[in-house]
T-cell receptor
Framework: GENVEQHPSTLSVQEGDSAVIKCTYSDSASNYFPWYKQELGKRPQLIIDIRSNVGEKKDQRIAVTLNKTAKHFSLHITETQPEDSAVYFCAASIKNFNKFYFGSGTKLNVKP | DAGITQSPRHKVTETGTPVTLRCHQTENHRYMYWYRQDPGHGLRLIHYSYGVKDTDKGEVSDGYSVSRSKTEDFLLTLESATSSQTSVYFC?????????????FGDGTRLSIL
């Protein structure tokens, strides 16, 4: 099956700086890559996603890039704010399969 | 927000007792999933369903069973709960994985087994 690795496990940045979280996947058939944000005690919430026919997608301060050749995708958060502090999960799914494969999560701490 | 309701939200029970968690959706989505979340382990798939009466195992299915008799309900049962099953359980739904639709999660059930 698919294996998704996520780095770093923890990330601390100063407010206003950028944060980058990276994920790699093993199965070249993976074709959909969502990102989730989970605040303490809350459910994971979808923040952005990208499909394999797209190299980059942006939504305000959040962007995701995909490199299919290298089999990795990244989440970029610019102008970080304290409310960005949370755990972020990447995931991948494979066409014709019914499951999502999650990374182990990155705890982002934005210091005021 | 996706219409997903998990019940109960919190439960404390004793080792050896049966426990059933319920996930109810109002979105008429085909796919439903049960995950457990433990510190240091992220989200681990227990079981999932791709239609009424169609289920399959995930990576941590031992000790758990599921049933889906209606599109809107997906039940997770711990036949004889053990302390290692203390966790936060999340239900998720998806309209279609093949069509590259995301999962949406319920608010979770915090289960403590003493």
């Amino acid at each position: 099956g698919e294996n998704v690795e996520q780095h770093p496990s923890t990330l601390s940045v100063q407010e206003g700086d950028s944060a980058v979280i990276k994920c790699t996947y093993s199965d070249s058939a993976s074709n959909y890559f969502p990102w989730y944000k989970q605040e303490l005690g809350k459910r994971p919430q979808l923040i952005i996603d990208i499909r394999s026919n797209v190299g980059e997608k942006k939504d305000q301060r959040i962007a995701v890039t995909l490199n299919k050749t290298a089999k990795h995708f990244s989440l970029h958060i610019t102008e970080t704010q304290p409310e960005d502090s949370a755990v972020y999960f990447c995931a991948a799914s494979i066409k014709n399969f019914n499951k999502f494969y999650f990374g182990s999560g990155t705890k982002l701490n934005v210091k005021p | 927000d996706a219409g997903i309701t998990q019940s109960p939200r919190h439960k404390v029970t004793e080792t050896g007792t049966p426990v059933t968690l319920r996930c109810h959706q109002t979105e008429n989505h085909r796919y439903m999933y049960w995950y457990r979340q433990d510190p240091g382990h992220g989200l681990r798939l227990i079981h999932y369903s791709y239609g009424v009466k169609d289920t399959d195992k995930g990576e941590v299915s031992d000790g758990y069973s599921v049933s889906r008799s209606k599109t809107e309900d997906f039940l997770l049962t711990l036949e004889s709960a053990t302390s290692s099953q203390t966790s936060v359980y999340f239900c998720a739904i998806s309209e279609s994985v093949q069509a590259q639709k995301p999962q949406h999660f319920g608010d979770g059930t915090r289960l403590s087994i003493l």
